[in-house]
């Protein structure tokens, strides 16, 4: 059986970060990487919030299902392929990503622990835990840099959506954590020790 690792936590809590590096750590081979991002529905299917802003930071904005179908093809042993997310960038060409099957799974996004039948899929359930001024900070510096968002936008956005869209649904997946890792100064080192250490024996010793 494959083993499945989820990480969730706020934005810009250190989910992705703690992704890539355990990307770079573990081999190539064993391992398949997704992103939840890549799960956002188009513009026009999410629902609006009662202003008429599109919400990105609300469980409504995935496709849970098309996500729980792909997870489901993937424990069977089957490819499944996904259209890139870019942020809504026009710049940007979507690339048609392509997720096969391995010994381990390791997931990552804002909800991944939202809906009980995705979040039963995983062995392990990793919150990554951040305080609210160093993800507003992260956040602002991150949409600034990589996305191209005017400062103001996203001050604005932070403290209308993605902070309120935190507390209602994202704080309380935490419950659901096997392991919660606190993410107050950024240095994660100890924790991708920790875990490329557990995933690295259980492939060595074959019990997947």
């Not at 989910?15 to 026009?44: C, G, I, M």
């Not at 250490?197 to 019990?207: E, G, M, T, V």
Request: no cysteine; charged share 25%.
């Amino acid at each position: 059986m494959p083993y499945w690792v989820g990480i969730t936590g706020g934005s810009a809590s250190g989910k992705t970060f703690l992704l890539q590096a355990l990307q770079k750590a573990l081999p190539e081979n064993l391992v398949t990487f997704l992103s939840t991002d890549h799960y956002y529905k188009d513009r026009d299917r999410i629902p609006p919030d009662p202003d008429g802003r599109i919400n990105f930071d609300t469980p409504a904005a995935i496709d849970a299902e098309k996500l729980y179908q792909d997870l489901l093809a993937l424990r069977q042993g089957h490819t499944v392929y996904q259209r890139e997310y870019t942020f809504n960038n026009p710049l940007l060409v979507p690339r048609m990503l392509e997720f096969r099957p391995a010994p381990l799974l390791i997931a990552e996004g804002l909800f991944l622990f939202y809906w009980a039948p995705i979040r039963e899929l995983f062995d392990l359930r990793i919150f990554m835990e951040a305080p609210e001024p160093y993800r507003f900070i992260k956040r602002l510096e991150r949409d600034e840099k990589e996305r191209g968002y005017e400062r103001t936008y996203i001050i604005e956005q932070y403290l209308t959506q993605v902070l309120p869209a935190y507390e209602q649904y994202v704080a309380p997946l935490r419950r659901y954590a096997h392991i919660v890792i606190q993410n107050h100064y950024g240095d994660l080192s100890p924790a991708i020790t920790l875990l490329v250490n557990h995933l690295s024996h259980l492939a060595k010793n074959a019990i997947l």
